[in-house]
């Protein structure tokens, strides 16, 4: 089985920032690195949610993006 090293992961709120001529949504994106890897995703969302509060935009969604190297089992 491979083994995972150098893992981080990250969070990225989507906040609706107007409405586009047709009435689209427009987005804009706030990343935050170096949340713990160790979170499960409920605890990031809830994050997510209560940093949202501190934005002037309304929440759109939550993104967790986690990478890691990965090396070959001996």
């Known amino acids: 089985m491979a083994k995972r ?5 990250k969070l990225t709120l989507s906040l609706i ?5 047709t ?5 804009s994106s ?9 979170l499960s ?3 990031v969302v ?4 209560q ?3 501190l934005q002037t935009y309304e929440l759109a969604g939550v993104k967790r993006t986690t990478t ?7």
Not at 5 to 9: I, L, R
Not at 30 to 38: G, I, K, L, M
Not at 46 to 49: K, R
Not at 68 to 74: D, G, N, Q, T, V
Request: glycine share 10%.
């Open 5 to 9: 090293t150098n893992v981080t992961s």
């Open 51 to 53: 940093i949202a509060t």
């Open 30 to 38: 706030r990343a935050f690195q170096n949340v713990s890897p160790d």
């Open 41 to 43: 995703d409920d605890e």
């Open 46 to 49: 809830t994050i997510g949610g």
């Open 17 to 21: 920032t107007g409405t586009t001529a």
């Open 68 to 74: 890691a190297e990965l090396e070959a089992a001996e």
């Open 23 to 27: 009435g689209a949504n427009k987005l």
